[in-house]
């Protein structure tokens, strides 16, 4: 069985525990620890000059644009493209666990 998660535009999703793109960037970062957390908030100030904050976030949707490391694939310096591409990758990962925690976690506070 495959499970899906959609998210509907303007905020549709949010009575179904998901943020705004604009607030899965702050939550999705917020939730990894470690070195993850460390190379996501780098990669977001490197793509948006701006430090990673709750009240200034990037559209999740633009970050993953900005982050694709075959994006500017002919331009990669061997020193940012390796932590771009583990950038990436942990963004992707990091929604594909952090979407059915929302999901799991609005449903009980509904319920």
Not at 6 to 30: D, F, R
Not at 60 to 71: D, H, I
């Amino acid at each position: 069985m495959i499970e899906r998660v959609y998210w509907i535009g303007a905020g549709a999703s949010v009575p179904y525990g998901l943020p705004t793109l604009k607030q899965l960037t702050w939550q999705l970062g917020s939730s990894l620890d470690g070195e993850d957390r460390e190379i996501f908030f780098k990669a977001v100030h490197d793509c948006f000059s701006v430090p990673l904050s709750k009240e200034d976030c990037p559209v999740f949707e633009e970050l993953l644009n900005r982050l694709n490391p075959e994006v500017l694939s002919y331009l990669e310096d061997p020193r940012f493209g390796k932590s771009r591409s583990r950038a990436w990758n942990i963004a992707l990962t990091g929604l594909r666990k952090f979407c059915p925690r929302q999901i799991f976690s609005g449903r009980k506070r509904s319920l």
